[in-house]
């Protein structure tokens, strides 16, 4: 793991407007790979702060963009106060997709000027409602993105309105970049079935894993759902996945993909049939050539 400087930033923004943000980055001078860090419901909190200097230790140029900056005119930058689940979905429900993806599609382009950035390296990220937005980043027009991991975003829109009219399931055809879109197989607020028609539409756009066992916020050490080993594990695909797409030179020699394809056993050069060469008849009455 490398060594990582962090500082608070402002960023280019949604029509023009500025917010604040937090960067998190490799101590040498680069140019490295860089990402868009899309945080979760409940803002830029300590949790998605160390989440980027995760990113930045594996050389990754991290800034997440304080989507609620607008909304903390007392205390910019501070994470809400509000963690009620509910009142943050209606809270959210408020602010146009518009807006948000605005504000992600505006932040990469200031990503993408700094000195220490690949201009052509520069992906994206997010956890939860992050994952929308990260997935919505991917699939605008003109994004400098070129991979996209989304972590457990929601798939379908409950309920659709005209500031959120289409959902990351509606958007799948318009995806920019390659996508590793990682889940929980019993997430109470993500069903099986939509992560499955997912997969279904992805195709050969990417890589859609769900975890059996694991639910909502597996990725999160503080939290009750969280599974260490399907964590570490999904930290290890995405490391591969984004430098593969990103930097294939910080690629160890030994990572393979960052998702095995699945080889049948007859297409397996190693594998042999052990009945192939085998002769019919060797049972009683069986004989091959037996008179009758």
Not at 18 to 24: H, K
Not at 93 to 104: H, N, R, V
Not at 156 to 174: A, C, F, H, W
Request: charge should be neutral; hydrophobic fraction near 35%.
């Amino acid at each position: 793991m490398g060594e990582t400087v962090t500082s608070k930033v402002i960023v280019a923004a949604h029509g023009g407007a500025e917010i604040g943000g937090f960067l998190a980055r490799p101590e040498s001078a680069g140019p490295h790979p860089a990402l868009v860090l899309v945080h979760e419901i409940f803002g830029l909190t300590d949790y998605m702060q160390q989440t980027a200097e995760r990113f930045a230790e594996e050389g990754f140029v991290t800034v997440v963009p304080d989507l609620w900056w607008r909304d903390t005119p007392d205390t910019p930058g501070e994470p809400l106060v509000e963690t009620d689940l509910l009142k943050l979905r209606e809270f959210v429900e408020t602010i146009p997709d518009a807006q948000m993806i605005g504000d992600l599609v505006a932040a990469a382009r200031w990503l993408r000027e700094r000195p220490e950035v690949r201009k052509d390296g520069i992906g994206t990220a997010g956890f939860y409602m992050g994952g929308i937005y990260a997935f919505h980043l991917a699939c605008e027009e003109g994004t400098p993105v070129k991979a996209c991991v989304d972590f457990y975003g929601r798939i379908t829109y409950p309920n659709p309105s005209d500031i959120k009219p289409r959902s990351n399931l509606q958007k799948v055809g318009e995806l920019k970049c390659p996508l590793l879109g990682i889940f929980g197989g019993i997430d109470p607020f993500i069903p099986l079935q939509d992560v499955l028609h997912l997969k279904e539409r992805v195709g050969g756009r990417g890589s859609i894993i769900a975890y059996p066992r694991a639910g909502h916020g597996f990725m999160a050490p503080d939290r009750g759902a969280y599974r260490e080993d399907d964590a570490d594990d999904a930290w290890r695909r995405t490391m591969i996945f984004l430098k593969e797409k990103l930097a294939p030179d910080l690629l160890e020699a030994d990572a393979g993909p960052a998702v095995p394809e699945f080889v049948p056993k007859k297409q397996d050069k190693n594998w042999k049939n052990p009945h192939k060469n085998k002769r019919r008849g060797k049972g009683k009455g069986r004989g091959r050539g037996r008179k009758r």
